[in-house]
Every structure is written in structure tokens, then in C-alpha cells.
């Protein structure tokens, strides 16, 4: 975990301009916002830093966290390939959890040398949430900093945010989730021993477990796998295999195509391009096997 004060040990001194956020997923509309802090950066000789709150103040306050879109290194990575080289993880904790949002800035502004801050319309900050952005564009004159409020990006008629990017995964939009990311949602796991099902029809899969964000609705995609920095076609199911397995339990499968390697225990990235159908209990293997001939063959179409 780390506090502004651990942060402020290794910071080299430098004039700078702030964000802070959660950023889960790091969808276009953070990338506005970083992509605004390098053109102020540039013209007002800054250095830009983002400060990434995690956990989720809702799981310090609640112990319940949003389903999350991204993994803390995760979230970090994409910020830094946005350009932002001074990325910190911020722990949201008991004592910054008391800080008002003005001794908040108040650290910034001494600790950091903060000059310029970038939130969004929606940015609430500090105790109580109590820093709006009205208040913090009231706080900026008097304090002497320069404030930049970045408008909230809307894609296809729909203001972009975690929590709408959120619910159109949990019901298998990953079309139009894609679109707010810009990229395409993506899941990563570890691949464990399945039953081996797949691999009597001609089909093995690989099953991913250990995935720590959420995951589509269940039903068929096609998709991209990542294995040993290598990429590959594939048609990913996610449920309960109704028709070959009755514990009911949810799992998510990926069959490599033209793949036929063993990759047990081996790390496993799957992006999500297209739901194709619903999940579906056939009356035979059969029925299945040739449901699952016209997945792949759809899955190798799109792909």
C-alpha cells in the first residue's frame, strides 16, 4: 500500500500537473483527461503525475467492491502507455480517507509542487467526498492554482463511464463496451486442468481460472487469446456446459484455433470481440459437436 507521504520520498522535486482517480479500465474518457494533462504539460513546462486510488473507496467504506474492469498493475500500464511516466498507486486508506479535499490539494500544491489539476465533471474528492468541481474551481483563484475541468466524453449518444462500460459486459455488449475502452475488454487467468471434454469432440479448451475483474454474460465469443506473447484466433464460452457437465459450476473456457499445445499453468489474456449466441443445453454431443463447428467457423469470420 502506498500513502502521499512514501510517494513524496521518491518524488524528484518539479513543477507539476495533478490527476487522481480511480481510473478502472482507463477508457477514452480518462484518456481525455491524461491526453489534456500532456498538452498542458508541454505548453506550461509541467511534469504530469496521476495518482491511481485503490482500492475502491466504496470496498474501504462497504468492504464491497465494484466488479472491476481492471487489475491495479493493470490499470497502472495503461496509463503509462497514455504517455503519463510518473503514475503512482494512492492506497485509500483510513488517513486519507479523513483528509478534506482542500488539505488534500494543500499537499499536492507543497508536496508535489502541483501547479495545474485535471478532473472530470463527475471528480469528487476528499472527505465526505466534499470537493466537488464547483468547489474546487472556487478553491483554485484563492489558492493559486490552475484548474482544467475536462468534459465527459460521449460515444454513440452515451457518456462514457466505468460503471456504464461495466453493465454493458455483464450483459455481453462487448461490441459496445470496446468502443468506450478503445480496446478491446480483455480477462486474464491462469490455465488449469479441466475434465477434458473438449478434447473428445475435437475441440480441447483451455480453462482459465484466477480472473480477478468481471466477466461477460455467459454465452459464446469470439475473441483473442494470449499465450507465451503470442496471439491467437479463438471461440470462448462462458457458463455451465449444460450439455456435458451437471455440478452447474460457471466456468470460462477458450479453444485456441489451430492451436494444439499444452499450456497448464501458463498465464492466458483473452480480449472479447463479439458475443455470438447465448449459452444452450443440447439434446446430444452431437448437436453440440455441431453447434461448435459453426462457433469456430463464425468466430474465424469475424476474427
Not at 449459452?279 to 469470420?301: G, W
Amino acid at each position: 500500500m502506498t500513502s502521499l507521504n512514501e510517494i513524496k520520498k521518491n518524488f524528484s522535486a518539479s513543477s507539476s500537473v495533478v490527476a487522481l482517480g480511480n481510473f478502472d479500465g482507463v477508457h477514452e474518457g480518462h484518456r481525455a483527461i491524461f491526453k489534456r494533462m500532456l498538452e498542458i504539460a508541454k505548453i506550461e513546462n509541467l511534469k504530469p503525475i496521476v495518482f491511481v486510488l485503490f482500492p475502491h473507496p466504496k470496498e474501504f467504506f462497504t468492504g464491497s467492491s465494484p466488479a472491476l474492469l481492471s487489475t491495479l498493475e493493470n490499470r497502472l500500464e495503461l496509463v503509462r502507455e497514455c504517455g503519463i511516466q510518473e503514475v503512482h498507486h494512492l492506497a485509500f486508506d483510513q488517513a486519507l480517507s479523513i483528509v478534506p479535499a482542500q488539505e488534500l490539494i494543500k499537499v499536492f500544491q507543497h508536496d508535489f509542487q502541483m501547479r495545474h489539476l485535471v478532473i472530470g465533471p463527475t471528480t469528487h474528492m476528499g472527505k465526505n467526498r466534499d470537493g466537488t468541481p464547483n468547489q474546487i474551481q472556487e478553491w483554485a483563484s484563492i489558492m493559486n492554482y490552475g484548474l482544467t475541468i475536462v468534459p465527459q466524453l460521449e460515444i454513440k449518444g452515451c457518456k462514457v463511464s466505468s460503471s456504464l462500460i461495466r453493465e454493458y459486459i455483464l450483459r455481453g455488449d462487448v461490441r459496445l463496451s470496446a468502443d468506450m475502452l478503445g480496446r478491446f475488454y480483455s480477462s486474464s487467468g491462469i490455465v488449469e486442468t479441466g475434465a477434458g471434454k473438449g478434447r473428445t469432440i475435437g475441440y480441447p479448451t483451455a480453462n482459465i481460472a484466477k480472473i480477478q475483474t468481471i466477466v461477460p454474460a455467459r454465452g459464446v465469443y469470439a475473441g483473442y487469446a494470449y499465450v507465451r506473447n503470442q496471439k491467437y484466433k479463438a471461440a470462448i464460452n462462458i457458463g455451465i456446459r449444460p450439455t456435458l457437465a451437471s455440478d452447474k459450476k460457471l466456468v470460462v473456457e477458450a479453444h485456441l484455433i489451430d492451436f494444439n499445445d499444452k499450456i497448464v499453468g501458463q498465464s492466458l489474456k483473452i480480449e472479447w470481440v463479439e458475443r455470438l449466441r447465448e449459452e444452450v443445453k443440447f439434446e446430444s454431443v452431437d448437436q453440440l459437436k455441431l453447434q461448435i463447428d459453426l462457433d469456430v467457423r463464425k468466430a474465424k469470420d469475424i476474427l
